[in-house]
């Protein structure tokens, strides 16, 4: 992919939308109004709209390495913060995949530098589910199983977010927990039971309004 070719396909691009729409670009300057808020991993196999056949103008999106909700940070705070509370968006995905070079990575034990404390995030995971995961003795079953359980703890800790518990006691706001497969392509819905989860998270982080 050359850098001068980036720049032959915007042109392309904005004649294509041009042509369906004369009012497109001018429409996509008045403003944003997502119903999603989209976490996903920085993967460039797994991208966030093509997979769901969305425009923009549809999703906000985060992306890092392994989809992860670290609570303190920043970036990912901020932008859970912003869609919900501004944006006011009506589902939050975190959107894991199969093959995830991060989720991998924490599974082994070689050092990779500043990755670490990062990828130490999804070790807590193992560790919080490790007799689930140890009494998986197909590696790849395995891998995969922390991939989905990596998503599940995500979910958990955009719940615990103080502008998504309001969301969800004021307006029903719904996180949902996928897996992106990219050997089939196909997107799945983890169905994760969050009012179990539920219960035990507000207990332990709910706050007071
Ligand atoms: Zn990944």
Redo the contacts with the bound molecule.
């Keep these: 992919m050359k850098i001068k070719q980036i720049f032959e396909n915007n042109k392309e691009w904005i004649q294509e939308k041009l042509k369906t729409d004369s009012d497109y670009f001018s429409n996509l300057s008045k403003g944003q109004d997502p119903d999603i808020l989209y976490i996903?991993?920085?993967?460039s196999r797994?991208t966030a709209e093509e997979l769901m056949g969305v425009a923009p103008g549809d999703v906000f999106v985060h992306r890092n390495?392994?989809?992860m909700v670290p609570n303190t940070d920043l970036s990912a705070m901020s932008v859970i913060d912003y869609a919900v509370a501004h944006l006011k968006v009506k589902h939050v995905v975190v959107c894991?995949?199969y093959?995830?070079?991060?989720?991998k990575a924490a599974m082994q034990s070689q050092d990779l530098g500043i990755l670490n404390p990062w990828l130490r995030n999804i070790r807590d995971v193992y560790r919080i589910h490790q007799a689930e995961l140890d009494a998986i003795k197909d590696e790849e079953a395995q891998y995969k199983r922390l991939?989905e359980l990596n998503v599940q703890e995500q979910c958990i800790n955009v719940i615990k977010t103080a502008e998504v518990q309001k969301a969800v006691l004021d307006r029903g706001i719904a996180v949902h927990g996928w897996v992106f497969d990219i050997h089939s392509g196909k997107l799945i819905d983890l169905k994760i039971d969050f009012s179990e989860i539920l219960k035990d998270v507000m207990k332990i982080y709910h706050l007071d309004s």
Excluded: F, L
Excluded at 40 to 43: L, T, V
């Design positions: 996903g991993c920085s993967d797994v390495i392994a989809n894991g995949h093959y995830c070079g991060g989720v991939v």
